[in-house]
C-alpha cells in the first residue's frame, strides 16, 4: 500500500508543503486578505492575497497569519 508524507512548514513569510519522493511542492506567502467586520471572510489568501497588500479598499484587511496569530 502506497503511503502519501507530506511535511508542512508554517514560515513567517512563507508557507512550504514538502512530499516525500517529490520534495516541494507548495511554496506560498503566509498571508490572508479578510472582510473587516464580524464575519471576517476570507477574500483571498497566499500569492493572490500578497498582490494586494496596499491596495485594498477600507473594508479589507491584509493579514500574516503568524505574526498577527
Same mark, same amino acid.
Given at each position: 500500500? /502506497?503511503? !502519501? &508524507? #507530506?511535511?508542512? *512548514? #508554517?514560515?513567517? %513569510?512563507?508557507? !512550504?508543503?514538502?512530499?516525500?519522493?517529490?520534495?516541494?511542492?507548495? %511554496?506560498?506567502?503566509?498571508? /490572508?486578505?479578510?472582510?473587516? !467586520?464580524? %464575519?471576517?471572510?476570507? @477574500?483571498?489568501?497566499? &500569492? *493572490? /492575497?500578497?498582490?494586494?497588500? $496596499? &491596495?485594498? /479598499? @477600507?473594508?479589507?484587511?491584509?493579514? #500574516?497569519?503568524? #505574526?498577527? $496569530?
Amino acid at each position: 500500500m /502506497a503511503s !502519501n &508524507k #507530506f511535511a508542512i *512548514d #508554517f514560515d513567517s %513569510s512563507y508557507t !512550504n508543503i514538502y512530499k516525500l519522493g517529490s520534495g516541494l511542492v507548495l %511554496s506560498e506567502p503566509t498571508v /490572508a486578505a479578510v472582510e473587516d !467586520n464580524a %464575519s471576517c471572510k476570507i @477574500k483571498a489568501m497566499g &500569492k *493572490d /492575497a500578497y498582490k494586494l497588500i $496596499g &491596495k485594498t /479598499a @477600507k473594508e479589507t484587511r491584509i493579514v #500574516f497569519p503568524v #505574526f498577527d $496569530g
